[in-house]
T-cell receptor, first 113, second 117 residues
Framework: DGGITQSPKYLFRKEGQNVTLSCEQN?????MYWYRQDPGQGLRLIYY???????QKGDIAEGYSVSREKKESFPLTVTSAQKNPTAFYLC????????????FGPGTRLTVL | AQSVTQLDSQVPVFEEAPVELRCNYS??????LFWYVQYPNQGLQLLLK??????LVKSINGFEAEFNKSQTSFHLRKPSVHISDTAEYFC???????????????FGTGTQLKVEL
C-alpha cells in the first residue's frame, strides 16, 4: 500500500534530550513537510523540503532540525532548544506542484516529561 | 499574509440533521482552498478542495463546499450527518507556491463536529 508512515506513534522523553521522529513515504513525492499540532491552534509548518538535500524553514522552525538525504525519508529532530516540545507532530508529502494535495501520515504524539 | 478563520470551535448536531461548518479566509491574491478531516489520534485526510472552475465542490461521502469570492468564504455543508462524521474538520488555504514547487498551507484552528443520537 502506498502511503506515509510515522514512527513511533507515542514517544516519551525527558526534558533536555533530543529526539528524532521518523517519516517515510513510498508515494514517490518530491515535497515533504513537518507540522506541529496543538489543541485549539490548528497546524503550523515547521520545515519543508522540495527536493533531496534541500529544505527550508517554515513558520516555527526554532528548536527543530531536519535532513533529507533520501527522497522517501524526512526525519525531524526536536532539540533541547525547543521550549515547549510536547505536541502532536504530523508529516505530509505532495508531488511538488503548487496545487497538489498534501497527504498526511498518522502522526507522532511527543510528550516531554 | 493569508489567514483562515473557523469561528466555531465545536458544533453539536443530531444525527440526520444538516450541518454547516464555517470557514473564512483572508488573502490578497487568488487562493486554493481545502477541507481536511481528522479522526482522533490520526493524521488528516483530504475531504475536498477548490482549485478553479465550478465554485461548488463535493466529496464522495456527501459533504460539499462552495467557494464564495465576494464573501471570502468556503463553508462546508452536509444535508444529513451520520454518527461516523464525528471528527475535527480543518479548513486550509494556499496561495503561495514554494520555491521549487509544493504549496504552503495555512490552516484554521479546526471545528469539532459532534454528532449525537
Amino acid at each position: 500500500d502506498g502511503g506515509i508512515t510515522q514512527s513511533p506513534k507515542y514517544l516519551f522523553r525527558k526534558e533536555g534530550q533530543n529526539v528524532t521522529l521518523s517519516c517515510e513515504q513510498n508515494l514517490n513525492h518530491d515535497a515533504m513537510y513537518w507540522y506541529r499540532q496543538d489543541p485549539g491552534q490548528g497546524l503550523r509548518l515547521i520545515y519543508y523540503s522540495q527536493i533531496v538535500n534541500d529544505f527550508q524553514k517554515g513558520d516555527i522552525a526554532e528548536g527543530y532540525s531536519v535532513s533529507r538525504e533520501k527522497k522517501e525519508s524526512f526525519p525531524l529532530t526536536v532539540t533541547s532548544a525547543q521550549k515547549n516540545p510536547t505536541a502532536f507532530y504530523l508529516c505530509a508529502s505532495s508531488q511538488g506542484q503548487g496545487t497538489d494535495t498534501q497527504y498526511f501520515g498518522p502522526g507522532t504524539r511527543l510528550t516531554v516529561l | 499574509a493569508q489567514s483562515v478563520t473557523q469561528l466555531d470551535s465545536q458544533v453539536p448536531v443530531f444525527e440526520e440533521a444538516p450541518v454547516e461548518l464555517r470557514c473564512n479566509y483572508s488573502s490578497s491574491v487568488s487562493v486554493y482552498l481545502f477541507w481536511y478531516v481528522q479522526y482522533p489520534n490520526q493524521g488528516l485526510q483530504l475531504l475536498l478542495k477548490y482549485l478553479s472552475g465550478s465554485t461548488l465542490v463535493k466529496s464522495i461521502n456527501g459533504f460539499e463546499a462552495e467557494f464564495n469570492k465576494s464573501q471570502t468564504s468556503f463553508h462546508l455543508r452536509k444535508p444529513s450527518v451520520h454518527i461516523s462524521d464525528t471528527a475535527e474538520y480543518f479548513c486550509a488555504v494556499s496561495n503561495r507556491i514554494l520555491t521549487g514547487g509544493g504549496n504552503k498551507l495555512t490552516f484554521g484552528t479546526g471545528t469539532q463536529l459532534k454528532v449525537e443520537l
